[in-house]
């Protein structure tokens, strides 16, 4: 009974950060397309400052992709402690 316990309990960690790194990814993407998305209106609203909010827009999505990589690299970790 321990030897079937010791199993489930191992294979949890992968299904885990399986679904973890989804959910990051699921995230990311949401996020960058709100940034492309009201970038986009923004510029449509002023295209004098097209620029200025291309440029805030690429920031911003190099930051959440960066959040992302972070979260997929913890999950993977965390599958094999």
């Known amino acids: 009974m321990a030897n079937l316990l010791n199993i489930l309990l191992e294979s949890w960690g992968p299904l885990g950060a399986g ?3 989804g959910l990051v990814a699921i995230g990311a993407g949401l ?3 709100q940034i492309g998305g009201r970038a986009a209106e923004g510029i449509a609203r002023q295209p004098e400052s ?3 909010i291309r440029g805030t827009a690429i920031i911003l999505a190099a930051f959440i992709e960066g959040v992302a ?4 690299v913890i999950c993977f970790l965390a599958m094999n402690a």
């Open 19 to 21: 679904i973890g790194a």
């Open 50 to 52: 097209a620029n200025d």
């Open 31 to 33: 996020g960058i397309g």
């Open 69 to 72: 990589l972070f979260g997929a």
